[in-house]
């Protein structure tokens, strides 16, 4: 298990990534057999698993953009929507393994779908070559401003006072927000009322109008109504502060070991060639320190990983884990 203060390494800006990432480049292109017979030597299709417009996609065509011009061949960005990601992922999984088709994976459709869905097509532990874990997204557990709870200790009081006495509202069953908040439900020990809605919106809105109680919520969205006063965070799912949050205390501040947060990475299929794998992590991270990329990170409330393929691996098995304890202990099925 990856002890929580190592969950998350950031990528170090400077010179240390940049020689970093200029080692594990040199080093694939001596000792991979595919990279020998000149990988890359056509265009490389990067999926996306949603329809285009989303924070994935746009995502996407930005590394796609950076990575490029150092690998000499484009990258193309290609939307596969559908079943909450698992479409696209499925025609990575099974593509061939030559570094020609990758995957914007993200949290449901290379984590959370496994544990989910008896009928899922592939297997997201064992189908998928991680490349890089590039950003993750905590969300802010958050009341209403006029409420009685002002901290977490006060919020886990009430919740243990009367199982299901504190309503929760979520996009949906399965959702990130929905997971979240069973997590700290078992970790506490405490009964939550789950509320699912259409979309984070209408949530969002009945967490406003006093309708439900508390919600997990996306940072970004959250933040505004946090700044004018609306909204009152209580904790945030990361294991660090956000910057968006400054002040606001990290849940696993009162339960040790608590982490959940949505995330995004690039993935190849199962069997790729682990000097192709090696060549693309080194161009994502030197990517990642580009002006741009980082203006992009900030602006949507991204924390930015930079995890390579073995480390990425281990953080994968992990999530599976334990959203698969938290599926099975809150008898959770979307089939």
């Known amino acids: 298990m990856i002890n929580r203060h190592t969950r998350r390494n950031l990528l170090q800006l400077g010179a240390a990534t940049l020689a970093g990432a200029a080692f594990l480049a040199g080093t694939a292109l001596t000792s991979g057999t595919a990279l020998a017979q000149g990988w890359p030597d056509r265009p490389i299709t990067l999926v ?35 079943a909450g990601g698992t479409v696209g992922a499925n025609h990575v999984a099974q593509s061939a393994p030559d570094g020609y088709t990758l995957l914007m994976g993200v949290t449901g459709s290379n984590a959370i779908s496994g544990v989910l869905r008896s009928d899922l097509p592939y297997d997201p532990g064992t189908d998928f070559a991680p490349v890089a874990l590039v950003v993750s997204s905590p969300l802010v557990l958050t009341v209403h401003a006029d409420s009685d709870i002002h901290t977490l200790d006060d919020f886990i009081a009430a919740a243990a006072a009367e199982p299901e006495a504190i309503t929760h509202g979520t996009p949906g069953v399965g959702t ?13 020990g405490t009964s939550l009322l789950h509320v699912p809605y259409q979309g984070s919106a209408a949530a969002i809105a009945d967490l406003l109008g006093g309708s439900i109680d508390a919600m997990f919520a996306d940072i970004l969205v959250a933040s505004e109504y946090i700044a004018a ?50 060549r693309l992590h080194a161009e994502i991270s030197t990517a990642m320190t580009s002006d741009t990329l980082q203006t992009f990170f900030r602006d949507r409330g991204f924390l930015v990983e930079g995890r390579n393929p073995d480390n990425t691996m281990a953080f994968i098995t992990e999530e599976i884990e334990k959203w698969g304890r938290v599926v099975e202990a809150a008898g959770i099925s979307v089939d």
């Open 229 to 278: 006063g609306r909204l009152r965070p209580l904790g945030v799912t990361g294991d660090q502060e956000h910057f968006m949050l400054e002040g606001v205390p990290t849940i696993d501040t009162v339960l040790p070991g608590y982490f959940a947060a949505s995330w995004q990475g690039v993935f190849a299929p199962a069997g790729t060639d682990p000097a192709i794998l090696e």
């Open 176 to 188: 990130s927000m929905h997971l979240a908040a069973e997590l700290f439900g078992l970790e506490s």
């Open 48 to 82: 996306v698993p949603f329809p285009p417009g989303g924070s994935t996609d746009v995502l996407a065509r930005q590394i796609a953009e950076q990575i490029a011009g150092p690998l000499g061949q484009p990258v193309v960005v290609e939307n596969r929507g559908g």
